[in-house]
């Protein structure tokens, strides 16, 4: 087979991605950011699988979907936490305006009840939140959850750990996070249906805390024993 | 409650089921046995006889009030059950609960009856031929015999009770006739009152109507009296009306044993269509089912399934259990099913405004989710913040169990920042070259806010701090000023 028939018996196959076709994904969701809106041509996909790969655990990759949540839960829809790293803190979530009684948190025991309960989740039109699971999940078992998003059109995020950026995945958009500063968040596009990759944002979530205080300088613990109103707080 | 049934325009169906005896033991057996000639034999005073058979033994000619001698004569292989009384009552019992459906006035008649009241259900039905045909449909789906009778009160309905399902009504002039022709041999009367008919040369119940009361009540006593009184609709027939009892119980017995989890699944239905007409007949949803699998030796095997309360067919229910049962363990064999539920509420929350264009289905949704992941994962697996008015961060979030939690008004009295993540158990920092050491080093950008609670018992005073590391991931620390160490409380994200 010569080069050109060897690329024209690829293009003619279903499943060949062309990177120029503009093929968008038609309905998204709003992230509450205006600059991240215009990365993503509009905000994340509403019936798609995304994938968040946060370089580490606490630099802000849930606040960017906070947005979403409350925006969800106020419709009294359900949204479901898989597997979260550590427990939602209530009175922060409440603070945003989450509806508390529309989180549900999941805790699965192993591989075949963590894709389960996605695929349920993703079926019934809850907005799904998962993590990964210690063994990533395999390159089928997210295709099926993708699929599962595309039919019922519901969004579904997925946040792996970032040494999963070495293994091909089926998701429809592909997140890397990482940040250098407080509150600074830099994304860079892994994958995004229809657009090449490789585009980044940097993104601000609140004010960057650029003090640091020695321990040394924390105020003594003068009035031991009792609520001391007067004790001089550090800001920032 | 019993009310007066002597208006002259009630029309009273009698259904008789002829074969109930047979009918409730048939389902146990197995299916090869049940195509053999079967006879249901009755005790009465030291004689046991036929109480009613199978088409197949009648062939042999055997019939009602045969003696078992003379049946197993005609018939060497004819297989004989003793009379279940107790069982043939739960089965009439379930059948008033399928009529229910179609008349709210039913009595149970202990002698495989039921008396239906049906004048109320004109305009429901759009016509008695339709509901008579209905519920011919129904019964025989259900696999039972019956008969009716129609009439203007209950007696008159027994008394010209048929041997076939009648599904037009006759007119009231026909009623009246069909029961003064009926021969008095078919009255409820002693065998010397029967003989004082002869000899009065009373023939049908016309004859006996004819005479005058006064005539009559000389000759024969007060019992049989009012029973004519009553079947004249002079005097009312009064009986305790059939109510749907308040919990569910019901079972299916399986002798020869079930050994796999799949063939399970077919009596569980039956239980379940059982449970999903009684909630029909109720009107209300239940909460929670329990099903009991009891080996003949040993401990039985329980399940319980929590329900939200949206479903009430018996697919989703089946389903439900199916996802539950995987996780039991069973024994080996299982002889015994039992489903009881006994916790209901008239509608569950979400279905409550249940208009047209609201978004019921969204929340009948979300119950369905939750039920499904509950049965699967089971109850531990599901958890919801709860926000707690405390001031301890643990205490003011924990999780709960989901369910229909009210909607908590939160005001927030804390006004610097809170983490999205809360560790279960505060972890230790350590301090290394005066600076703080969580899987790397960390250094305060904001605080203190002090938090103070349990002043009841030891008190607990932290000071809360805002820490990042070099990756800029924000922590929550706290130190305790009474022995001033320090821990990680939480994790901004």
Partial sequence: ?236 | MPKPNNRANDIWLYLHFPLLPLETLLPQLPREQAAKPIAVIDQYRNTQSVLCCNSQASAWGIEPDLSVSTALALCPELQLLPRQSEQEQQYLQQLALLCYRFSPIITVHSDCGLWLEISGCYKLFKGYSSLLQQLHTRLQAQGITAVNGIGNNPLAAQLVCQTDFETELPSTRQLRQRLLDTDLCHLKASARQQQNFKQLGLKTLRDLLALPRSALSRRFDAALMLYIAQLNNDKPFNAPRFQPANSFHDLIQNPQGIFNKESLLFPMKTLLQNLCHYLMARHCYCQEIKWQFEPLIGEPAQMRIQLSGSQNNWSSLLMLSRLQLERLELPRSVEQIVLFSDQFIEAPQGMVNLDLFGDSSDAQQCNELIDSLNARLGREALSQPVLNQDYLPEQASTLATPGNQAETAFHNRVKAPQPVWLLTEPAPVQIRNQQLHWHQPLSIISGPERLCGNWWQGEQQRDYYLACDSKGARYWLFRETSNRRWFVHGLFS
């Fill in chain 1, 1 to 236: 087979m010569t080069k050109p028939e060897i690329i024209s018996s690829l293009l003619t196959r279903q499943d060949t991605w062309r990177g120029r076709s503009r093929r968008l994904p038609r309905q998204t969701l709003s992230t509450g950011h205006q600059s991240l809106d215009l990365l993503l041509q509009g905000g994340w996909p509403a019936a798609a699988l995304t994938e968040l790969l946060p370089q580490q655990m606490g630099i802000g990759e849930l606040s960017l979907l906070l947005p979403v949540i409350r925006e969800h839960g106020s419709h009294s829809h359900l949204c479901l936490w898989l597997d979260p790293p550590y427990q939602p803190y209530a009175p922060a979530l409440s603070a945003t305006g989450i509806a508390l009684n529309k989180l549900l948190v999941v805790r699965s025991k192993n591989a075949r009840e963590w894709l389960w309960a996605a695929e349920q989740s993703i079926r019934s039109g809850a907005l799904l939140l998962a993590w990964a699971r210690p063994q990533a999940p395999s390159y089928a078992d997210l295709r099926k959850l993708q699929l599962a998003a595309a039919d019922s059109s519901s969004a579904a995020f997925l946040f792996s750990p970032v040494k999963a950026l070495a293994t091909p995945s089926p998701v429809t958009l592909r997140l890397e996070l990482e940040s250098q500063e407080v509150n600074q968040l830099l994304l860079s596009v892994r994958k995004m249906r229809g657009v090449a990759a490789g585009m980044q944002l940097q993104l601000s979530l609140g004010e960057s805390y650029k003090q640091r205080t020695q321990l040394t300088q924390l105020p003594a613990d003068r009035h031991h024993g009792y609520i001391d109103i007067s004790t001089p707080r550090l800001n920032n």
